[in-house]
């Protein structure tokens, strides 16, 4: 069974850092692009950055210059290393993975989500 499990998140101070990671484990798939989006309650579900299997990138303007997104291949490893961290920036933070599955082609698939809490 293909999954992603994410680990990293928590409560920070106000210009803290944290760093998330996604792992995609199961068998028989390739991952192609991953990405971090988040949510509040009462709100839409937000993209927050993406990563192609090249390492092509895109953020959305809130967390440009303060996020960066990286991937491991060999691990099937997404991370999100958050920096200079702001209050509006607590959400559950969720992965989302596209992968191919062998037999049953691609798919998206997503992560259980992380709490990031930032406040003083």
């Known amino acids: 069974q293909v999954q992603l499990v994410e680990s990293g998140g928590g409560l920070v101070q106000p210009g803290g850092s944290l760093r998330l990671s996604c792992a995609a484990s199961g068998s028989d798939f390739i991952v192609y692009n991953m990405g971090w989006y988040r949510q509040t309650p009462g709100k839409q579900r937000e993209l927050v950055a993406t990563?192609?299997?090249?390492?092509?990138?895109n953020y959305a303007d809130s967390v440009k210059g303060r996020f960066t997104i990286s991937r491991d291949n060999a691990k099937n490893t997404v991370y999100l290393q958050m920096d200079s961290l702001k209050p509006e920036d607590t959400a559950v933070y969720y992965c989302?993975?596209?992968?191919?599955?062998?037999?049953?082609?691609?798919?998206?698939?997503w992560g259980q989500g992380t709490q990031v809490t930032v406040s003083s």
């Open positions: 989302k993975g596209e992968l191919a599955i062998r037999n049953v082609g691609k798919m998206n698939y």
């Open positions: 990563i192609t299997s090249g390492g092509s990138t």
